[in-house]
């Protein structure tokens, strides 16, 4: 059953991950391993159990004249890829986190934690194998851990790896999404599809379940560090960059024209904001977009406690 489930991975492979055997801890069905990459013991229930939050596997999109009640200045996140351009408005994410997709055949994982603020695309495909993920249902610094369907893996969102189970420390690669408004993306992307509210699942999207949450100074689960600089829920763009970390609060890019640049580890990087929705992206020397991560400060302090900080002149 496993080596079915495996499909993609070598016999030789398969019997290096299940060689060792370490004492597990279960949690909402997973067995965390006293070797996890994070402290067992700092991972919490969110509430719901295993997949009691339901991904997206089978994601419907229309096009922009049939997105309905979608406003103009509602959030969504962005994903380019393939000359495809495809929104996912966090109205939906709020109820789903995980929208299993694909992009010219290609797998992709878009993700969503709303504890976090945090919005990640990843390519869902490792060593050959292609991924499908759920969530967990666990938390690590108040932000969600995924699982894939294929090994029972737990990854962080937010450290973009699997922190226990077979893929232990498999990296996944991250993708440039956009968190922004609909009205800002489709002035970019004037054809883009929107995902579906008619999703299979009984949700009222036009409900907010972390109303006020925002606002609020406190978090509603432990986080490991925390850092009183800016407000626990201001939005930062972080970047890592060759194994270094740099957060770009909105607050500080507001002082700027809409257009900076700054140095980073030896790099020459062009920032681009757009204060009508509040969204930003990075770029370096070659011109390309570089993958960032959209969250609240406290969870990129949490997860990136050395991070520096970028500062408007």
Known sequence: MF??????FTLGLLSMLM?????AEQ???FAIGDDALIPVADIHSGGPGRDGIPSIDKPRFVPAASAGKVRPDESV????MAGVAKAYPIAVMNW????NDRFDGRPVVVTYCPLCGSGVAFAARVSGMELTFGVSGLLYNSDVLLYDRQTESLWSQMLSKAISGPLKGTRLSMLSLTHTTWSHWLGKHPNSLILSRETGFKRNYDRDPYDGYVDEKGT???VAKKDP???????VIG?????RFKAYPMSELTRTKGKTSDQFVGQTLSVEFDPASQSAQIKGADGEVMPVINSFWFAWYAFHPETEVYRAP
Do not use: Q, S, Y
């Open 220 to 222: 509603w689960f432990p």
């Open 27 to 29: 949690m909402n069905g």
């Open 19 to 23: 060689a060792t055997t370490v004492p």
């Open 77 to 80: 996140l962005g994903l380019e």
């Open 3 to 8: 080596m079915n489930r495996c499909h993609g």
């Open 96 to 99: 789903h986190e995980i929208v």
């Open 229 to 235: 600089r800016f407000h626990p829920k201001e939005r």
């Open 239 to 243: 970047l890592e960059l060759d194994g």
